[in-house]
């Protein structure tokens, strides 16, 4: 596994047995060229893999090779797992995990690299539902205008207030939102977004979100040029995730927000907002760039919950 970079040296590390180090360097080369994983997606799988491996080579007491791989046992695989639980691991981390392994095997039995079936025998982790957390109405509408008040320069303010416009307007992930580059910039009523699987996707633009990046253009004292990232930092590089995450943090203590009120939560709003003013569950999913619907059906449960609450709160008969 040679010219590596980064987390793939720990494989490098934990691989010594050279059938499998083409193995796992081709299966890399096919998440990046063939599927277009994205970098961080990446360092994910290369992460669970290792430790997969680690696992294996303290259960076997030697280097894992290809040769085994392909005669593990159920048994192997569950006691892999319940490492994993008495080290404290979460399911969510450890369903990711195996949801990797799996894909590794799956992609090495297509590409006839060799094949192991008794990983199918092995459940995955019950994981708990989860409901995505909105902010209500008034909330949603308080975080996007007060973040500006946070920052430490008026064209900072704008700046932030653009982003989380976008986010609550648009629908966006913050790594679509940050992603944005110059020539980007909406001068209509729709944009194109980049979103997960280097899909594209038109997002309906507010003449409110129009205008706050247009606030923000005309006050950032960097030039951009037009591949140039949309939205900068205080020195003109591109802005990081973690500022704005860190911008909502203070805010809920100063607003007192709920800990849920975080950046991705403004994309959750935006979508059970929609729902409940009586969106189609179908447009919603586009504008949110879902793949499956699914998972978009989540935010259905969030509206029942409060048509419950607004039932038992105000129906004569509830209240017997």
């Known amino acids: 596994m040679a010219n590596t ?13 050279a059938a499998l180090g083409s193995v796992v ?14 970098p961080h997606t990446v360092d994910a799988y290369v992460r669970d893999l290792a430790a997969f491996l680690t696992f294996l080579s303290r259960h076997q007491g030697g280097p894992a090779t290809l040769a085994d791989l ?12 319940a490492r994993r639980a008495s080290a404290g691991l979460g399911r969510t981390s450890t369903a990711r995990a195996l949801s990797v392994v799996r894909g590794f095997y799956v992609w090495m039995e297509r590409n006839e690299r060799g094949r192991n079936h008794a990983i199918r025998a092995v459940r995955t982790p019950k994981l708990p ?5 909105p902010l209500n109405v008034r909330d949603a509408a308080v975080a996007v205008t007060d973040i500006g008040a946070l920052a430490s320069e008026p064209w900072i303010a704008s700046r932030d207030i653009a982003v989380m416009t976008l986010l609550y307007g648009c629908g966006l992930r913050i ?73 909502m943090q203070k ?16 994309r959750h ?24 619907l699914s998972t978009t059906q989540r935010y259905t449960a969030v509206d029942s919950e409060k048509l419950l609450r607004e039932y038992q ?7 017997s």
């Not at 970079?5 to 047995?17: M, R």
């Not at 709160?313 to 209240?319: D, E, K, L, S």
Request: proline share 6%; charged share 25%.
């Open 5 to 17: 970079t980064g987390l793939e040296s720990t494989l490098e590390v934990v691989v010594e047995d």
């Open 269 to 292: 709003s935006f979508a059970t907002h929609l729902l409940a003013g009586g969106g189609d569950l179908r447009s919603i999913q586009e504008l949110l760039g879902h793949a499956s």
């Open 70 to 81: 392909e005669v593990l046992g159920a048994r192997d695989f569950r006691a892999w797992l």
């Open 251 to 266: 805010l809920r203590g100063w607003l007192g927000l709920p800990d849920t009120a975080t950046p991705h939560a403004m």
């Open 129 to 133: 539902k989860s409901v995505p957390k």
């Open 25 to 38: 360097a081709d299966w890399l080369q096919w998440l990046r060229d063939e599927r277009r994983s994205s």
């Open 313 to 319: 709160a105000t129906h004569p008969r509830a209240r």
């Open 175 to 247: 790594s679509e939102a940050l992603g944005l580059v110059r020539r980007d910039a909406p001068d209509g009523d729709a944009m194109t977004v980049l979103g997960k699987g280097n899909k594209q996707r038109m997002v309906p633009v507010l003449p409110v979100v129009r205008e706050a990046i247009g606030t923000y253009l005309a006050e950032c004292p960097h030039h951009l040029e037009a591949d140039d990232p949309l939205f900068v930092g205080a020195r003109g590089g591109p802005l990081n995730a973690r500022i704005i995450q860190r911008q």
